[in-house]
């Protein structure tokens, strides 16, 4: 397995790809002054038709962002699954008439031509379950009606992961980049979604973070970039780590 970069504008080289079985994005939010935090308009339509129907979408962002961007993902065929919670040691905020904002969220989508039931998913857990008997009674309402039943788990058992991750952020890892996701978070992101061998594109690569992880996961993945000194952090980091790489500028 390899990890292909390409330095260029997403929405001229997207086209021309093949299908993905997952997609892994962090885009710009836009909600800074920062020449790389401008949004990018148009690219949940360029990168749908990119990715299986079994295929899902996991993209970060902020509630400001996702709320003012939510056209965008609902006329482009997305429809939303659920949200994981990245909470961080560090604020983000600007503001100090604000609570201090120590939280990202990353939202899962897929297809809207695709069921549900068909999208490939590997629930993740953590081994630090507590030994209890719990007895649910017939049907919360949010889930439909369900039997009585009687959950038992034991002590350092599997439970499922919880969907609020703590996280530390990337800031000390080297990277070079403003922003850098931690592979510790993108790791069950992409256990989840992209099944053994499958292939993942970020069409918004940064500090190469998705191709770390897929290449240790053993997973084919394609980082695009459009900022040619970011790339090149990227690809200094895969070589670091003794990363399966190639480089290559769009045409």
């Known amino acids: 397995m390899s990890v292909r970069i390409i330095t260029g504008d997403c929405r001229n080289i997207v086209p021309a ?36 129907s079994t295929g899902s979408m996991w993209v970060f962002g902020s509630l400001r962002f996702f709320m003012e961007t939510a056209s965008e993902f609902l006329d482009a065929g997305w429809r939303l ?32 031509d695709a069921p549900w039931s068909g999208v490939y998913k590997l629930p993740q857990v953590t081994n630090d379950a507590k030994a209890r008997r719990v ?46 996701k931690p592979e510790e978070l993108l790791e069950p992101l992409l256990r989840y ?34 900022d040619p000194a970011t790339s090149a952090l990227a690809a200094d980091r895969l070589a670091r780590v003794g990363g399966m790489f190639a480089t290559m500028a769009a045409e």
Not at 81 to 86: A, F, K, M
Not at 87 to 93: F, L, T, W
Not at 146 to 174: K, T
């Open 17 to 52: 790809l093949e299908p993905f079985d997952c997609i892994l994005t962090d885009p710009p939010y836009g909600e800074t002054s920062c020449k790389w935090d401008r949004r990018v308009a148009g690219w949940p339509a360029l990168v749908r038709p990119l990715l299986k």
């Open 81 to 112: 699954s659920q949200d994981v919670i990245w909470e961080k040691q560090n604020g983000s905020g600007f503001m100090a008439d604000r609570f201090r904002r120590v939280h990202e969220q990353a939202v899962l989508f897929y297809r809207d």
């Open 135 to 180: 007895r649910r009674q017939v049907g919360p309402a949010h889930t439909g009606i369900i039997g009585a039943n009687v959950f038992e788990s034991e002590e350092g058992g599997p439970r499922l992961m919880r969907s609020v991750m703590y996280v530390r952020n990337g800031h000390r890892q080297g990277t070079g980049h403003a922003t850098p």
């Open 193 to 226: 979604s992209c099944p053994p061998g499958g292939r993942v594109l970020d069409p918004f690569g940064g500090s190469g973070s998705t191709g770390l992880v897929a290449d240790r996961l053993g997973l084919d993945c394609t980082l695009i970039e459009a």
